[in-house]
């Protein structure tokens, strides 16, 4: 009787050390920044808060995405490059940088996820006119070497403007979206270059006209680490598909969409944001999965005009979906 028992007792024991095992989370290190820009992956963490997750449903029960949000693309690279985010949406600026300084070993572009829907602004009253007012201007923006920082920077210097990291004919000094607002109707600076929701919000609180639209640009990619990708491919291609129907589901139902990430930008910045305003904001963007490598090109050489590619300038291995 002791041996069938202590049989038994073994086989119960095989049987429960493997299904303990199945039941072991794989955990998706999932980074976004609170601009409607990045509304796939606003809309999703949405979701998540509630219950809902939009990519757990389609990764499987035994996944666990934990979310992270960054004011700006440098410091999302920076994550990747430490190893502690696998998937972020981010800006082409950042992106390619990240790519480039690791001689194209850590930073692969999976989807698109939003063209356009960036802007400079000045104040109502500002005497600026045309390119050249902006020499002795301080132009915000929202962090260094972000995307808007690169455009501007591009942009500057394409009008015969000399700027240099710390000052030049114009000073473009780094802030942090949410500061933005104070900072113009202070008159600290001059005028922003910033992306939405952030324009319109300077556009209906401090009167701010727009100055220049930046419509033809990539403003919002999804890349991974390529270790993620590697190690992780399964989860990386069921990822691309799950943000190919979210972004499918929010041009069809713009109305819920706006609803819940109205809800996850106060959550995340304690910033209120008007329906009338999202709804504004959202018509100067283009949620798209496609990766232009036309728009690749232009980003690249908007970036060694800002003078933060340098080098080779390799992206043959950039786009690399699942």
Same mark, same amino acid.
């Given at each position: 009787?002791?041996? &069938?028992?202590?049989?038994? @007792? ?31 992956? @606003? ?21 666990? !995405? ?13 994550? !990747? ?10 800006? /082409? ?14 930073? &692969? ?18 005497? !600026? ?33 000399? @700027? ?10 780094? +802030?942090?979206? /949410? ?16 992306? %939405? ?17 930046? +419509? ?6 999804? @890349? ?19 943000? +190919? %129907? ?74 690399? /979906?699942?």
């Amino acid at each position: 009787m002791k041996t &069938r028992a202590v049989i038994a @007792v073994a086989g119960a024991l095989t049987l429960f050390v493997p299904h303990g095992r199945a039941q072991e989370k794989t955990v998706v290190r999932f980074g976004h920044f609170p601009n409607i820009t990045h509304a796939q992956g @606003v809309i999703a963490h949405a979701l998540s808060r509630q219950g809902k997750g939009w990519f757990e449903e389609r990764l499987g029960p035994n996944v666990d !995405i934990q979310w992270f949000t960054y004011n700006a693309g440098p410091s999302a690279m920076e994550a !990747i490059f430490a190893g502690s985010l696998d998937v972020t949406y981010v800006g /082409p600026g950042p992106a390619l940088n990240a790519h480039l300084k690791s001689n194209g070993e850590e930073i &692969r572009v999976i989807s698109g996820a939003a063209n356009a829907g960036a802007a400079l602004v000045v104040k109502p009253d500002s005497p !600026i006119k045309a390119p050249a007012d902006f020499r002795g201007k301080k132009i915000a923006t929202p962090q260094l070497g972000n995307t808007q920082d690169i455009s501007c920077r591009a942009w500057l210097k394409a009008h015969g403007l000399k @700027v240099t990291l710390t000052g030049g004919d114009a000073q473009v000094i780094p +802030t942090a979206n /949410p500061d933005q607002l104070g900072l113009l109707q202070k008159g600290s600076v001059d005028a922003v270059w910033t992306v %939405e929701p952030w324009v319109t919000r300077l556009e209906r609180d401090a009167k701010a006209r727009v100055f220049v639209e930046d +419509t033809n640009t990539i403003t919002t990619w999804l @890349v991974s680490s390529v270790k993620f990708l590697r190690d992780r491919r399964d989860l990386a291609k069921k990822i691309t598909d799950a943000n +190919t %129907e979210l972004t499918k589901w929010i041009q069809e139902n713009e109305a819920k969409a706006q609803k819940l990430l109205i809800e996850e930008l106060k959550a995340e910045t304690r910033a209120d944001f008007s329906p009338d305003a999202v709804g504004q904001a959202w018509k100067r963007i283009q949620f798209t999965n496609e990766v232009s490598r036309d728009l690749v090109a232009k980003s690249v050489q908007d970036g060694k005009d800002a003078g933060f590619l340098k080098g080779s300038t390799d992206t043959s291995k950039l786009i690399a /979906p699942p």
